[in-house]
């Protein structure tokens, strides 16, 4: 995982806050100066809460079916969480999903009553895109179809295939989205996010003191946390492979221990030769 500079933090514009007179109180520890009216936030403590929230989101990836929501409903943010979480997918890390309209009431702590829309949503798609379902149905039924399936898709085109409720919820601006960041806390799921000097870090398991207006700041934050979690993903597959190559050799094992030094039978041989291999190859991946 790429190491995040200063002066990267500097170039996107993550150092701007908000006018002294929006500030958070409880935000006061991460100003570093006032220039014209606007707080100045302190990159290095930016840099701290990046490193650690990055971390945090890596060894959640590297968990069996874990999963996170990144919201981002901003006009700000909205292109930026779309293509990376569309990155993650390619990279093959999946897990990973988005919000990036605005936040639907309920989605954390009445997951079991939102989840039959995501089914609604599932089921009008597969009639659509299947003539013989259409069959007795008029025009104007199907058109109301595809009215509720657009309706849906702009509320829950980004989590719709969730099953579980997500491990933790990366949020962009803190303030805005204070519903989900309090959903998130009282249903016990972890928080990640960027907050501003006009929010309350203290509500965030994870903060990260940054400009949550620019879009340069934003896809660079957003950016390096996916990244974290694409590597912590890839970390998984490495140790299910690893645990299967000693499960492997547990399994040859007994012909090793109880098969002859010596022997005319080709196959007890190879088995036995190949075995060694495995354990050599173990010994020297641990």
Same mark, same amino acid.
């Given at each position: ?9 500097? #170039? ?61 409903? /901003? ?40 989840? /039959? ?65 309090? #959903? ?55 140790? #299910?492979?690893?645990? %299967? /190559? ?35 190859? %173990?010994?020297?991946?641990?």
């Amino acid at each position: 995982m790429k190491n995040i500079t200063l002066e990267e933090l500097l #170039e996107a514009g993550c150092h701007f806050g908000h006018q002294v007179t929006r500030q958070n109180p409880k935000a006061r520890d991460y100003v570093f100066e006032t220039r014209d009216g606007i707080h100045i936030i302190d990159l290095a403590k930016t840099k701290e809460g990046l490193d650690e929230a990055a971390e945090f989101v890596k060894q959640l990836a590297s968990k069996p079916d874990s999963a996170m929501i990144i919201l981002g409903a /901003k006009r700000q943010a909205q292109q930026v969480v779309k293509e990376e979480v569309e990155r993650a997918m390619t990279e093959g890390a999946n897990g990973l999903y988005s919000v990036t309209s605005r936040w639907i009431g309920g989605i954390l702590t009445n997951f079991p009553e939102v989840s /039959k829309n995501f089914r609604r949503l599932k089921d009008l798609s597969e009639k659509l895109a299947d003539k013989k379902a259409q069959a007795g149905y008029t025009k104007k039924e199907i058109s109301l179809w595809e009215k509720e399936r657009q309706k849906l898709l702009s509320f829950y085109g980004g989590i719709f295939e969730l099953t579980k409720l997500p491990d933790a919820i990366f949020v962009i601006d803190s303030h805005l989205e204070d519903l989900a960041v309090r #959903e998130a806390n009282n249903m016990r799921v972890a928080t990640v996010g960027i907050t501003d000097t006009n929010a309350d870090p203290t509500v965030i398991a994870h903060p990260i003191p940054a400009n949550d207006d620019a879009v340069g700041s934003i896809k660079l934050i957003v950016h390096h946390i996916v990244d974290a979690w694409i590597e912590g993903k890839k970390g998984q597959v490495t140790t #299910e492979k690893t645990q %299967e /190559k000693r499960e492997n050799v547990e399994k040859v094992k007994p012909i090793v221990e109880t098969a002859p030094e010596k022997t005319a039978d080709p196959a007890v041989a190879t088995t036995k030769k190949t075995a060694r291999k495995m354990a050599k190859a %173990e010994a020297a991946a641990e």
